[in-house]
């Protein structure tokens, strides 16, 4: 099983995916609210590229049951119901709803992976599912960090090092790519402490300023869910295993 990390989305195209196995990884904090959203009922998330794009899609859904969510320099884009924090989708808020998301770096890493054949989302939240999930498919994997403004960052590397990491206590034969080996190597030098770590990354930084200091703290949560969302056309959802998915398909037929 070959495993490679791309520290930044300029490394590759998007037809570099076609047919591969990939994981996004945004902790700071598109994974992290995809992951909140689904796990809260979300129906599906669907992922755009721009904000105008997010504006046309929405109005060509459902009113009511569809909501538009996202961030532009961490803020709430004006006339979105929701930011980009993990803890604004709440079972209440998002429960059996589309959300058309757009962020600045992580739903763009998404769609340039969109060619994939299986595109899965990780966050700190959910890396021991994720991990499971790419241990059984025993697939060779490419990890897209997000990162920022096309740079690296940080705290995407480390919790790509943290989910190989993770494989590695379930699979042997791991094959790694000098940037995955860099990844694992960063992931046990800085992966203590998750909190101070994510808080004094650049992207941290910026969130404490803007007074996400809630969301970094929740970000920084180990496993505090099993689901896996991937990316089926055009859509994340969770797995089928993940059981709530199987209830949203039965509310889509009921429909
Ligand atoms: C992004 O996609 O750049 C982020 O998720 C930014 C954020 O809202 O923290």
Do not use: W
Request: proline content about 2%.
């Amino acid at each position: 099983m070959k495993i490679n990390v791309l520290f930044t989305p300029v490394i590759a195209d998007d037809l570099y995916f076609t047919g591969k196995t990939t994981v996004v990884i945004d902790v700071l904090r598109a994974s992290s609210t995809i992951v909140a959203a689904l796990q809260n009922g979300a129906k599906e998330i669907v992922p755009v590229g721009t904000v105008e794009f997010a504006v046309k899609v929405s109005g060509g859904m459902f009113g009511g049951q569809t909501l538009i969510g996202g961030e532009r320099n961490t803020k709430k884009i004006e006339g979105f119901a929701l930011g980009n924090s993990p803890l604004e989708y709440t079972e209440d808020v998002v429960a059996r709803k589309s959300i058309i998301f757009y962020t600045t770096n992580g739903t763009k890493a998404i769609v340039k992976a969109k060619f994939s054949a299986g595109l899965f989302i990780c966050a700190f939240n959910n890396i021991s599912a994720v991990a499971k999930h790419l241990a059984m498919l025993d697939n060779d994997f490419e990890i897209q960090c997000a990162g920022r403004s096309n740079n690296f960052s940080m705290e995407d590397t480390i919790c790509a090092g943290k989910l190989i990491s993770e494989i590695e206590k379930i699979k042997t034969d791991l094959s790694l790519s000098d940037s995955a080996k860099a990844s694992v190597a960063l992931s046990k030098s800085f992966g203590r402490s998750i909190y101070k770590m994510l808080s004094e990354t650049e992207h941290g930084k910026q969130l404490l300023e803007n007074g996400f200091d809630d969301d970094i703290k929740f970000c920084s949560k180990l496993n505090i869910s099993e689901i896996v969302p991937y990316f089926i056309g055009n859509v994340l959802k969770l797995l089928p295993e993940n059981g709530l998915s199987l209830t949203n398909e039965k509310d889509n037929i009921a429909n």
